[in-house]
């Protein structure tokens, strides 16, 4: 138990002290899962939004696959990246394995179905409200698109969110691909798994610390967006 | 109150009057929801639409606006097809007013950007768009805060805003209050005035009576009656028209 109360005394000496080993490590998780979360928006906004307002055979399956894909397991996504990035996978030339890339690129994938999904209902519900008059202005289709977008802004910033929230949440896609090397790949997640495995429950608690504060402060930020999106919709 | 500069795409728009069907039929569930032989809206006035809930009133509305693809026949806008360049001819308010999440000017500006007007001259008109409609004390609130009356005239005053040729109702005073709806028909009576070609789904006969310089009756996706305001009410010539007139309620 004292041993409890010395690591609970020390974590938070380290992340009050900023401790440079300790921020190293939670700059590279936010570099990482940033860059993820944008790359995914690039990806997932577009195909949400295509779903959303286009009607075309199959339409039906692709919204069902994609939202089915909220839920990919992150090790079995680090797993197919890992098999993709090997010296025997497709994109093995790259040599990009055990690179900060190798870990944007797995939660990449982890994060757009999120965006697509989350974008498509969103643009979907409101392309239902909008669409006549909309027409009705005389817009044609991008500028309809257009306005949903910006009409829709503070729920699609939620979208982005709950993607940034699982980025940089997750672990097991992570250390497959990245391999917990320090000072290039490790992230809070895959330290906090091994320094707690190697019984250094100070670093790992700081660090646990910190990421909880993030994850809060995440949701913080999500549930003042949907007051602000709220305000602006209804009375 | 609608000396607007015509300018840009409503400039060079072909006009949009007057509108007629052919054989418009619509079916859904194996139920007729429409089914027109011919109608042409076009000349000068307000035509009011009346019926029973269900008799294709809004349906009609939508698919003459081009909104709605009837399943077939056609409708024309001068002798062609509805297009989207048009639109700058003509306005709707929709029964469920759309109104942008943003204030209540920038509505107003956005359906005048739409059709072409400068930054500059979308601010102009609309300040006096807003003016005109008593709307300008609120130009700056948000418009999904105001109250139902004050969401329809300013839904109003977006369709006024740009001048267009030809102007759709759908009940624009329906669950209003007796002021609010005095308000709405003053604007509608004054744009009629003005020489916009209005038509209208009344959901009350006083309000038809007021307004309407002709009447059509709908009834199961049917006109049964097509005429002058006076003679509708004075003397209509079918049962159903007779059995709706003395408020009897037609299935």
Avoid at chain 2, 43 to 57: D, E, H, I, M, S
Avoid at chain 2, 110 to 134: D, T
Avoid at chain 2, 177 to 188: G, K, L, N, R
Wanted: aromatic fraction near 6%; include cysteine.
């Amino acid at each position: 138990m004292q041993d409890f109360a010395a690591s609970f005394f020390e974590a938070f000496r380290l992340v009050l002290g900023l401790d440079p080993g300790l921020i190293e490590i939670v700059l590279l998780s936010l570099k990482v899962s940033m860059t993820a979360v944008f790359i995914a928006t690039i990806i997932g906004l577009p195909l949400g939004a295509f779903l959303a307002v286009t009607r075309f055979p199959g339409r039906g399956i692709v919204i069902v696959t994609v939202t089915a894909l909220m839920g990919l397991p992150p090790v079995v996504v680090g797993l197919v990246v890992y098999m993709l990035l090997s010296n025997a996978g497709a994109l093995g030339p790259l040599q990009l394995l055990y690179t900060p890339t190798a870990m944007i690129i797995a939660q990449t994938v982890l994060v757009v179905p999120i965006i697509a999904a989350l974008a498509r209902q969103t643009l979907e519900d409101l392309n239902g409200e909008y669409r006549d008059q909309l027409m009705l202005f005389g817009l044609g289709s991008l500028a309809r698109l257009r306005t949903l977008l910006w009409e829709g802004r503070y729920s699609l910033m939620t979208a982005l969110l709950a993607g940034f929230g699982r980025a940089v949440a997750e672990v097991g896609a992570v250390i497959i691909v990245g391999g917990n090397i320090n000072h290039v790949t490790r992230v809070m997640t895959t330290a906090i798994a091994l320094e707690t495995s190697k019984g250094n429950l100070a670093l790992a608690l700081g660090l646990g610390l910190i990421l909880v504060i993030i994850a809060f402060a995440v949701n913080a930020l999500v549930f003042l967006l949907r007051a602000a999106a709220e305000r602006s919709a209804y009375a | 109150m609608h000396e607007v500069v015509r300018s840009g795409p409503q400039a060079a728009a072909k006009p949009i009057l007057p509108v007629s069907a052919e054989r418009l039929f619509v079916r859904r569930k194996g139920r007729v929801l429409l089914d027109i032989e011919a109608l042409t809206i076009g000349g000068r006035g307000t035509t009011v639409l009346v019926g029973p809930n269900g008799a294709g009133k809004s349906l009609l509305l939508n698919v003459l606006a081009g909104l709605r693809a009837p399943d077939s026949g056609r409708v024309l806008w001068n002798g062609e097809p509805p297009n989207r360049q048009r639109y700058c001819r003509f306005g709707m308010v929709l029964q469920r007013p759309v109104l942008l999440r943003r204030s209540v000017r920038a509505n107003v500006e956005f359906a005048l950007r739409a059709v072409g007007s400068s930054a500059e001259q979308a601010r102009a008109q609309a300040h006096r768009a807003l003016e005109a409609a008593g709307l300008l004390a609120l130009a700056n609130a948000s418009a999904r805060v105001l109250s139902g009356g004050e969401m329809q005239r300013l839904a109003l005053t977006r369709a006024l805003a740009a001048g267009p040729d030809l102007l759709f109702l759908d009940e624009p005073t329906s669950s209003l209050d007796p002021a609010s709806m005095q308000t709405i028909e003053a604007m509608v009576r004054n744009a009629s005035e003005d020489g916009m070609r209005i038509v209208l789904i009344a959901h009350d006969l006083a309000q038809a009576r007021r307004l309407g310089d002709e009447i059509i009756f709908m009834h199961r996706g049917k006109i049964v009656e097509h005429a002058p305001t006076d003679r509708f009410f004075g003397a209509p010539a079918t049962p159903e028209a007779q059995a709706f007139i003395a408020g009897k309620i037609l299935i």
